[in-house]
């Protein structure tokens, strides 16, 4: 059974500072990584989507990095701003199913 | 409006009651799924469905039913609420792709008293 952990839990930084969340997975044959942003009250939306034979996706000051063979994800955030205060969810889909598995989320809040 | 609606937006229940949560869509998606959010775990998959003669379970159905009453429409039940099922549901859709890249609703914040 797949199962996704994100460290840390939550995070606090102040505006301007780079920073990493991280997501590892435990069964490396995934069909694709997906990163979510969750704001309060509000439903997921979908930042970047690596494909398995992908390393890493960019969007913005967004980058995400895959490692499949370690099981490991990171999205790496430049020059944080108070608006990036969320939620960030790591979801994978594993070659045996269809189905996303997430992680618990990374509770991210830029101070300004 | 929103692409992916969920009502209601919150609800206050208790202990043995039937609740619904509907779930409606205009992205034309055919395939539909309820997840159910805690705090600390992530989302976890209820029901899911792949066009309207479709129902399948996901990890955690037990005291959960749903119907896709239409392509646009699918509802989940809880049939004797418990504390338990204190939880955010969201509802998500997706084209029938291996990307699999859902559209999520706002949510569903359901307490059960």
């Known amino acids: 059974k797949q199962e996704v952990t994100q460290i840390p839990a939550a995070l606090s930084v102040p505006e301007g500072e780079n920073l990493v969340l991280n997501c590892s997975f435990t069964?490396?044959?995934?069909?694709?990584l997906q990163w979510f942003r969750q704001d309060p009250g509000k439903g997921l939306t979908s930042l970047l989507l690596?494909?398995?034979?992908?390393r890493e996706q960019t969007s913005g000051r967004l980058n995400a990095s895959l490692d499949k063979s370690s099981g490991r994800s990171t999205l790496y955030i430049a020059a944080s701003q108070p608006g990036d205060s969320a939620t960030y969810l790591c979801a994978v889909i594993t070659n045996a199913g269809n189905m996303l598995t997430f992680g618990g989320g990374t509770r991210l809040m830029v101070k300004p | 409006d929103a692409d992916v609606t969920q009502t209601p937006r919150n609800r206050i229940t208790k202990t043995g009651k039937r609740i619904m949560l509907e779930c409606s869509q205009t992205?034309?998606?055919?395939?539909m799924y309820w997840y159910r959010q805690d705090p600390g775990l992530g989302l976890r998959l209820i029901y899911y469905s792949f066009d309207v003669k479709d129902i399948n379970k996901g990890e955690i159905s037990d005291g959960y039913s749903v119907s896709r009453q239409a392509q646009a429409k699918f509802s989940l039940s809880l049939e004797s609420a418990i504390p338990n099922q204190t939880a955010l549901y969201f509802c998500?859709?997706?084209?029938?792709?291996?990307?699999?890249?859902?559209?999520f609703g706002a949510g569903s914040r359901l307490t059960v008293l």
């Open positions: 690596i494909q398995s034979s992908q």
């Open positions: 069964d490396s044959a995934i069909y694709n």
């Open positions: 998500a859709t997706s084209e029938p792709s291996g990307a699999n890249v859902l559209t």
């Open positions: 992205k034309g998606h055919d395939r």
